[in-house]
């Protein structure tokens, strides 16, 4: 299992485009990858302008193959100049469930 928690900030003048584009990573990957388990998108309860991500991948071949869609791709076109400042990524073993209870 390959998990992700990230955390990006969003320039204020560029959040509603970063909304549209990162659902639109998120919905290829959860519809279109066979290998995406999850990939959720969570709005910050403090600042509407941080979201964090979670993503789960049944192993780091299937989030290289994320990287390689097209969505993947057009999201990354433009999204680092939409961040306000780097993104924190968090990458981990999985402990519950068990890797074979994932569905």
Same mark, same amino acid.
């Given at each position: #299992? ?6 990006? $900030?969003? $320039?204020?003048?560029?959040? +509603? ?14 519809? =279109? ?6 990939? &959720?998108?969570?709005? &910050?309860?403090? &600042? ?9 991948? $049944? +192993?780091?071949?299937?989030? #290289? +193959? ?17 961040? &306000? ?13 068990? =890797?074979?209870?994932?569905?």
């Amino acid at each position: #299992m390959h998990i992700l928690f990230v955390t990006i $900030k969003i $320039k204020p003048e560029h959040h +509603d485009e970063f909304i549209k584009e990162i659902l639109l990573n998120a919905k290829g990957a959860n519809e =279109d990858e066979p290998g995406c388990l999850r990939f &959720d998108v969570v709005q &910050d309860g403090q &600042d509407a302008n941080t979201l964090h991500l979670y993503e789960v991948y $049944k +192993d780091e071949a299937a989030f #290289m +193959d994320h990287q390689a869609s097209a969505h993947y791709k057009r999201f990354g076109a433009d999204a680092g100049e939409w961040r &306000d400042g780097s993104a924190v990524l968090h990458v981990g073993p999985n402990i519950y469930p068990s =890797d074979s209870d994932w569905k």
